[in-house]
């Protein structure tokens, strides 16, 4: 069956280290994916989207990589700030058309000072 | 750019009545609209595409009846809970993508939710 991986344990960090979160995918074979943040009580925001012809993305302090072989996601914030904290859901286009989006259950990232 | 809102933010309805979430499109036009059901501590789970000018297409296990979707504009796309039961409570999140002369973007936006509380 298809699965959405992210780890559902809350990662928590230091201010400015680099945090890494991880999704990891099985049986499927997306064209691209995204990453969105998600605040409690708030509809997700949309961060990045990576294609699957790209290794990597980048945007400002965040950077994503693609790797279809190993079918993984990483996704880096750099310099992290308390402002960072949040939920980070992966999705992927679940093909057939529409570009539906399946999401991962997300990762609650925490910056501590 | 690319604002979604939604209407209302909360609401509490007593079993068995019915209830109308809205979701528009502050600055673009959107063809497509989904709507999505969130529960706690659970990722976000489509429920249906809207599109404009025809019927909405259901994932599998949503009942159509129960929730009705109409999308009479380009902006505005509208969620009927109906007969709603206690089971009927969650988070419910519209988002869409922007349609523009070159097609509609991947990337989705999303409202704000809609917490539905069924007493």
């Known amino acids: 069956s298809q699965k959405i991986e992210q780890n559902s344990e809350a990662l928590n960090i230091q201010e400015g280290k680099t945090a890494t979160l991880t999704c990891n995918y099985t049986?499927?074979?997306?064209?691209?994916l995204q990453w969105y943040r998600q605040d409690p009580g708030r509809g997700p925001v949309f961060l990045l989207l990576?294609?699957?012809?790209?290794k990597e993305k980048r945007k400002e302090r965040l950077k994503v990589t693609f790797d279809t072989t190993l079918k993984q996601s990483l996704f880096h914030i750099t310099a992290s700030q308390p402002a960072d904290s949040a939920t980070y859901l992966c999705a992927l286009d679940v093909g057939g058309g529409g570009n539906k989006l399946t999401f991962g259950t997300g990762t609650q990232l925490k910056v501590e000072l | 750019g690319a604002v979604v809102s939604q209407h209302p933010s909360r609401v509490i309805c007593k079993s068995g009545t019915s209830v109308k979430i809205e979701c528009r499109s502050l600055?673009?036009?959107?063809?497509?609209m989904f709507w999505y059901r969130q529960f706690p501590k659970q990722s976000l789970m489509l429920m249906a595409t809207?599109?404009?000018?025809?019927?909405?297409?259901?994932e599998q296990g949503v009942e159509k009846d129960k929730f009705l979707i109409n999308h009479a504009s380009l902006t505005l796309s509208t969620l009927t809970v109906t007969s709603a039961h206690p089971e009927d409570s969650s988070f419910y999140i519209c988002?869409?993508?922007?349609?523009?002369?070159?097609?509609?973007?991947?990337?989705?936006?999303f409202g704000p939710g809609t917490r539905l509380t069924v007493t």
């Open positions: 049986n499927y074979s997306p064209a691209y």
């Open positions: 990576i294609r699957e012809n790209e």
């Open positions: 600055d673009f036009q959107a063809t497509t």
């Open positions: 988002s869409a993508r922007i349609t523009g002369t070159s097609g509609a973007t991947y990337e989705q936006y």
């Open positions: 809207s599109n404009e000018g025809s019927k909405a297409t259901y």
